[in-house]
């Protein structure tokens, strides 16, 4: 007896194809393109920073003069305050008085300023994202470190000055993280 059973050809693996991925297309395109830009949240950093001015007798770095509204702002979004014993994120205890200012940038870079007057190499490495020196410059008057990630993406200056150290890092050139340090002043 004959087999009735036609062979499979290549049009039909391709129809069988085209069955499975025309939804599989169709339900990424929607749950990813189709997606609101969602608004960057501005903080309000001044009120932070009084209370941490309260508790340390070392200056608070902050940029000023940074653009906050026209075609190109600056937006804060990210500010923190903790104590030395303060609970952390990870529920343990903070060992350094530890001060964080996160700022977007007009082209939608983040930039951060840590600043703890405990200079841990710990606290250093997850800055910098286990960064190494690469190189020294001045800056205002001040002797800046330059450190670079492992992967070369993040950069940082480091800045010793007792009591603290203070550290500005992103994803962005040095030169770019020059200008964002010569804003900042004591908050």
């Given at each position: 007896?004959?087999?009735?059973?036609?062979?499979?050809?290549?049009?039909?693996?391709?129809?069988?194809?085209?069955?499975?991925?025309?939804?599989?297309?169709?339900?990424?395109?929607?749950?990813?393109?189709?997606?609101?830009?969602?608004?960057?949240?501005?903080?309000?950093?001044?009120?932070?920073?009084?209370?941490?001015?309260?508790?340390?007798?070392?200056?608070?770095?902050?940029?000023?003069?940074?653009?906050?509204?026209?075609?190109?702002?600056?937006?804060?979004?990210?500010?923190?305050?903790?104590?030395?014993?303060?609970?952390?994120?990870?529920?343990?205890?903070?060992?350094?008085?530890?001060?964080?200012?996160?700022?977007?940038?007009?082209?939608?870079?983040?930039?951060?300023?840590?600043?703890?007057?405990?200079a841990l190499p710990?606290?250093?490495?997850?800055?910098?994202?286990?960064?190494?020196?690469?190189?020294?410059?001045?800056?205002?008057?001040?002797?800046?470190?330059?450190?670079?990630?492992?992967?070369?993406?993040?950069?940082?200056?480091?800045?010793?000055?007792?009591?603290?150290v203070t550290l500005?890092?992103?994803?962005?050139?040095?030169?770019?993280?020059?200008?964002?340090?010569?804003?900042?002043?004591?908050?």
């Amino acid at each position: 007896m004959a087999d009735k059973q036609r062979k499979a050809t290549a049009t039909d693996m391709l129809r069988s194809m085209a069955v499975i991925m025309i939804p599989i297309l169709v339900l990424t395109w929607l749950l990813t393109n189709n997606l609101d830009d969602y608004p960057v949240e501005r903080v309000d950093w001044q009120p932070v920073a009084e209370r941490a001015r309260a508790d340390v007798d070392w200056p608070l770095w902050a940029p000023e003069g940074l653009p906050e509204a026209g075609k190109a702002p600056w937006t804060a979004t990210r500010v923190s305050w903790l104590k030395v014993g303060d609970r952390t994120v990870g529920g343990g205890t903070s060992p350094r008085n530890h001060w964080r200012l996160g700022y977007i940038s007009p082209d939608k870079l983040y930039y951060e300023i840590n600043q703890a007057d405990d200079a841990l190499p710990q606290f250093i490495d997850d800055v910098t994202r286990q960064g190494r020196k690469v190189g020294d410059e001045a800056i205002e008057g001040r002797q800046w470190e330059r450190w670079e990630s492992q992967d070369g993406r993040t950069r940082s200056l480091v800045l010793r000055e007792q009591p603290t150290v203070t550290l500005v890092t992103a994803d962005a050139q040095f030169t770019e993280l020059q200008q964002f340090a010569r804003t900042l002043r004591a908050a």
